[in-house]
């Protein structure tokens, strides 16, 4: 992805004392960075502020990591939004994620348009309440001809059920006879997964310190590079980011070899 080196200096001025965008090497940004937003609740909590109210804020750290995103050159950005455990949570907290979801989406399309930032989702997303499927479908409509970055959200996302799917798929076209059992490769199967067609992430970074990956991306995360901060998510900000990004190029990749090239 091109960046505006203009730009980005404009975005990343007065940086505070630990972090500055030369910290950071701009042509080995991560190509895919996933994102476990975590920590609303317990930061409205310690605020004496209701649940929602976290999950409000956290729609600010949510426009910060795209627009960092797309200013740092990142191809994928993906975060996980709502799980398929979610739906445990109280009815009415899920309502109002759903329903936030919906106006969010639609308060943001213009900064997808001028931004050039094409919508896709992870997640079974017929199971959804009508007003958020239609508003997600719409996001899709919309930016479907857009060539810059891709924003995903995983939304009534699960790992295993993903992953179960896809094993459902691949069953069922060798039952028909149009797949042969023997050609079942990593490669076929990862077609049949919500990330079709789209790169692993390099960098998964995951808020509020906990250090578990909640049935996220197993397939996908088996390389990836973990950066996991204390902040909860409506505190994290392009400057948290900057500092993931210096942990992952401080990092050596060697991919089960000997050393990366
Ligand atoms: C974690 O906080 C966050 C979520 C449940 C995901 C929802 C994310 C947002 C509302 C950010 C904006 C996103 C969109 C798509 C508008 P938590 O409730 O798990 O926090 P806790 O662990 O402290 O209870």
Redesign the pocket.
């Given at each position: 992805m091109i960046i505006d080196q203009e730009k980005l200096e404009e975005y990343y001025a007065k940086p505070p004392e630990d972090v500055s965008l030369r910290d950071v090497d701009l042509s080995r940004v991560p190509r895919h960075v996933s994102i476990i937003?975590?920590?609303?609740?317990?930061?409205a909590?310690a605020r004496g502020l209701s649940?929602p109210e976290?999950?409000v804020a956290?729609?600010d750290?949510?426009r910060e990591a795209v627009t960092t995103s797309v200013r740092l050159g990142v191809d994928v950005l993906s975060?996980?939004?709502?799980s398929t455990e979610?739906w445990k949570r109280p009815q009415s907290e899920v309502d109002l994620?759903m329903h936030?979801?919906a106006t969010?989406?639609v308060r943001e399309l213009p900064l997808f348009h001028q931004e050039n930032v094409r919508l896709r989702f992870f997640g079974d997303l017929s199971a959804l309440p009508k007003e958020t499927f239609d508003v997600f479908q719409q996001g899709l409509d919309e930016t479907a001809d857009h060539t810059g970055m891709t924003f995903v959200?995983a939304v009534n996302y699960g790992s295993r059920a993903e992953i179960a799917r896809a094993a459902r798929e691949v069953a069922q076209e060798v039952e028909r006879g149009s797949l042969r059992a023997d050609d079942v490769d990593e490669g076929l199967l990862a077609s049949r997964l919500y990330t079709e067609g789209l790169p692993d992430p390099d960098l998964l970074i995951r808020t509020?310190g906990e250090l578990r990956l909640s049935n996220y991306l197993l397939w996908q995360l088996a390389y990836t590079e973990f950066y996991v901060t204390d902040l909860?998510?409506p505190d994290f900000d392009r400057w948290e980011y900057l500092r993931a990004v210096r942990a992952f190029q401080s990092r050596r990749r060697r991919f089960g070899g000997v050393e990366a090239k």
């Open positions: 937003m975590d920590g609303n609740g317990r930061w909590q649940r976290g999950h956290g729609v750290s949510l975060c996980y939004a709502f979610n994620l936030l979801f969010t989406l959200l509020s909860y998510w």
